[in-house]
Every structure is written in C-alpha cells, then in structure tokens.
C-alpha cells in the first residue's frame, strides 16, 4: 500500500517559476526521500532528509520536514523545462520503503 | 552509488504465458530486495520484500502465487508473473537495500511488461 498523498497532483508552471511539491504520510519514519521519473523511466533519488532534520538544500531543491505534521515539501527553485517529470516522496521506516502518489510537474519554456 | 540492473528492459508475452524478470545487484551482496509495481501515471507500489534464503514477505493483496519471488543467490532475485493477463501489464521496478545502511536503497531501471 502507498504510504500517502501528494499535492497537487498536477502542476503547470513557467519557466524561471518555483514549484512547491507537498508530501504527507502516515506512520513513523526513519527518513523520507524525493524522486524524480521521467515519463517511463528509472527512479533518479535527489535528497533524503532524515527524521531528525527540519530542512536540507541541494543546488536549486530546498526539502523541509515537519514530522509532527506527518509532511514534507519539495521547492524546485528556477524551475527549467528539464524539470518536467513526475515527482515522489518515499518514506523509509528501517523495513521497507513506501511511496507517495507523486505529483506531476509540467515547466513550460 | 550501487548499480542495479534488471533484465529484460521490456517484454511482451500472450495471455496465458509466464514471463521472469531479473535483478541483480552489482556491487554488493544483497540480501534483501524490493519489488515495486508502477501502472501508468500511477506511484509505485510495494509489492513483495524478497530476503536471500528464505521466501518472500509479500503486500497484501498481491497473490504470491501469481508473482512468484525467487531470491536465489546474494546478488540476484527474480519476479516470475505465473499466467499473465493484461491486466499484469505494468512497470516493475526492483531495488536492492544496501546491507548495514537502513536508509539506502538503489533501484533497477525498471521492466514494462506489455500482456497481449
């Protein structure tokens, strides 16, 4: 079973705009990871955030966690036309590793 | 990070056949694997954890007697869909946990399996 939801499902922007990617779970977690697919492609990890973090950036992906919300967000700063995929968080509890519904991301040149 | 491979890349098979799909693992021992069906436009779904020697832990709902796991060896486990239909048609991705490092996993490219 999926671990929890995403918004949006789906999300237009522009080139140059931000993208906000929302990410909620369930149960407790070790850590939660964000992946990108392109469209019938392999998994590309791009962070991992521990349980103990709050907030962690990598070039123009800023993560943040709440956990007593059950929640985290993916900001795409400068968002590029490259950056069009579909988006998961997966949340990983020490046994396996579950995956939310993911969001799809269309950046328009 | 790890290499994880699956093979076929694709595959197309008639209703009624069995199709086995390969992971492998490339630069460690694993013993433990994931296997993750993904329908289109869909996230990805756990299906079973497969442990090296022993059977597999599967989701509910998932028939482990259509999915047949066989984690044989160290470095490779295999999804065997019994009696395909097209409604198995999908995207099966594989990942290996990295032994000692709960927080690390690698996944394969992924199979699509089209069932005519």
């Known amino acids: ?109 | 990070g790890a290499v994880v491979s699956q093979h076929p890349s694709w595959v197309i098979c008639k209703s009624g056949t069995s199709v086995k799909i390969e992971c492998r693992s490339l630069d460690f021992q694993a013993t433990t694997m994931f296997w993750y069906r993904q329908f289109p436009k869909q996230s990805l779904m756990l299906m079973a954890t497969s442990n090296e020697g022993s059977k597999a832990t599967y989701e509910q709902g998932v028939e482990k007697d259509k999915f047949l796991i066989n984690h044989a060896s160290l470095t490779l486990s295999t999804l065997t869909v019994t009696s395909a239909h097209p409604e198995d048609s999908s995207f099966y991705i594989c990942s290996v946990k990295v032994p000692g490092q709960s927080h690390e996993q690698y996944f394969g490219p992924g199979t699509r399996l089209t069932v005519t």
Not at chain 1, 51 to 59: F, T
Not at chain 1, 61 to 73: A, G, I, N, Q, Y
Request: hydrophobic residues 30%; positive net charge.
């Open chain 1, 1 to 109: 079973s999926q671990q929890g939801e995403e918004d949006p499902q789906a999300l237009s922007i522009q080139e140059g705009e931000n993208a906000t990617m929302n990410c909620s779970y369930k149960t407790s977690i070790n850590n939660l990871q964000w992946y990108r697919q392109n469209s019938g492609r392999g998994l590309v990890h791009l962070i991992l955030i521990r349980s103990n973090e709050r907030e962690k950036h990598s070039g123009r992906l800023r993560v943040t966690l709440d956990t007593s919300k059950k929640s985290s967000s993916l900001l795409i700063t400068a968002s590029r036309a490259a950056d069009t995929a579909s988006y998961f968080c997966a949340t990983d509890d020490r046994i396996d590793m579950r995956f939310g519904a993911g969001t799809r991301l269309t950046v328009k040149p």
